[in-house]
């Protein structure tokens, strides 16, 4: 079979994420969900059964399928590819599993400084993270035109706490043991991991992504003393070198920075040259756009749980968060990833309810 590349891709048919991305009208608030390719739906852990996850994440035509699969279902504004924000440690050296029941895990996380230098001094990141742009290029064809693609990554802050914890963890203190203890070699490790995302999120766009978002999951474990030296400056540094390259070849994609629980980073991460700032649920939509004062788009910020209340409540919510926002320069999404045990039916009630609403709204301004 043939195998295209990165060019005459299918002509866009649903833009209205782009628009709202870049603060522009549209006629309905466009409406994705994070891990909205996910173990929620049957066909997924169909496609996924018995494989190893990163197995998975290394094979484009599944990665594709994955991808489109809540396509099929819901009529979603846009698709998020389907991969890890680990498998940038993976490329930098480091062994990372995914256990079941456990997680991601480290079998040797960095323990000290000293361990650093187990780290690929100079990643290359077409040959180390290739497959994820095949599978970018395939599915952007694949897709056919019908709604724009996100490629993505981790946060630099965010990639070196899972690589000193070893996996997920409550107070993340290994981690932040760094921060206090070993400042020096934390910036080290930040800088490392922001050269390899620039180049990673560059090569993205190369193989079609139309959009980036950047996940600081692991913001609220930091106070914004910390989120300010050991966080900040990199996604500002990220964002800014992206797209300085992109404008060098007379390119424009819209970027997300979604930092997880960094309420206390909001006036910050307003000015921090990206178009869009992910929200989670325990920001009020309307102060969100007071103390982003207008200056970039919103996404977000629906409780992922309110999916277990009924449809006319699930309906409700959305009207309340569609009049917290404004429908201009807004994208509706869930405040974090939906969770396996989600009722794909109650996703289609927020999809649904963000379209109806949003449209009505619009009409009546
Ligand atoms: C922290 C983080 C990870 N991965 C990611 C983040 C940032 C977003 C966030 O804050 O949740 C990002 C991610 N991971 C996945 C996507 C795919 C795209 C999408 O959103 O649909 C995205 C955007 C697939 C995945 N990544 C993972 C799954 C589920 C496991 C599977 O399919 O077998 C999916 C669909 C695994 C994963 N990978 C990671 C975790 C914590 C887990 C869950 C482990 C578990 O619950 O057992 C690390």
Known sequence: TEVKGPANFPQLQNDTFLRAARGEETEHVPVWCMRQAGRYLPEFRESRAGKDFFETCQTPAACCELTLQPLRRFPFDAAIIFSDILVVPQAM??????VAGKGPTFPEPLKEPEDLQRLRVKVDVGKELGYVFKAITLTRHKIEGKVPLIGFTGAPWTLMSYMIEGGGSNTHSKAKR?????PEASH????????VIVEYLLGQVAAGAQALQVFESHAGILGPVE???FALPYLRDIARRVKDKLKEAGQDVPMIVFAKDG??????LSQSHYEVVGLDWTIDPQSARERTGGKVSLQGNMDPCALYAPKERISDIVKKMLEGFG????????????????DPESVGAFVEAVHTHSRQMIKQK
Not at 263 to 268: N, R
């Open 327 to 342: 429908t201009r320069a807004y994208i509706a999404n869930l405040g974090h990833g939906l969770y396996p045990d989600m």
């Open 263 to 268: 309420h206390y980073a909001l006036e910050d």
């Open 178 to 182: 760094w921060l206090y203890r070993h």
């Open 93 to 98: 050296g480091m062994d990372v599993q995914m």
């Open 188 to 195: 080290m490790l930040l800088r490392m991991l922001t050269d």
């Open 227 to 229: 989120f300010k030296e």
